[in-house]
């Protein structure tokens, strides 16, 4: 069982930079996180992801160069560093985690994530 509290979401301007926080309690190493977001009215979209422990990280290619994910393996924490935002970054920001099942980071598959946060709001406004 994998628990999830995100946090961090606030309302910035246009260029602004926010960083959202992820603390996992249940299986840390070697499973894969992912931060989600979903904006009104549209779909799901995958934004960064994580093969915990060894850290290899994946970008949706709209955030590649203005988003970093990161974990801290001590705190059983990731962070996603947002910086330059814009318009389109706005919407809600879930993290989920595979938990110890087989996954693969870089296929941004939402239906290998099995335990999912309640989500944080990030607003970004011109």
């Known amino acids: 069982q994998v628990e999830l509290v995100e946090s961090g979401g606030a309302s910035v301007q246009t260029g602004g930079s926010l960083r959202l926080s992820c603390v996992v309690s249940g299986p840390f190493a070697k499973t894969c996180l992912a931060w989600f977001r979903q904006a009104p009215g549209k779909e799901r979209e995958a934004v960064a992801s994580i093969f915990l422990g060894p850290g290899m990280t994946y970008y949706t290619d709209s955030v590649k160069g203005r988003f970093a994910i990161s974990q801290d393996i001590a705190e059983n924490t990731v962070y996603l560093q947002m910086n330059n935002l814009k318009v389109e970054d706005d919407g809600m920001y879930y993290c989920?985690?595979?938990?110890?099942?087989?996954?693969?980071?870089?296929?941004?598959?939402?239906?290998?994530?099995?335990?999912w946060g309640q989500g944080t709001r990030v607003t970004v406004s011109a």
């Open positions: 989920a985690s595979s938990g110890v099942n087989i996954c693969r980071a870089f296929e941004f598959d939402a239906s290998e994530y099995h335990y």
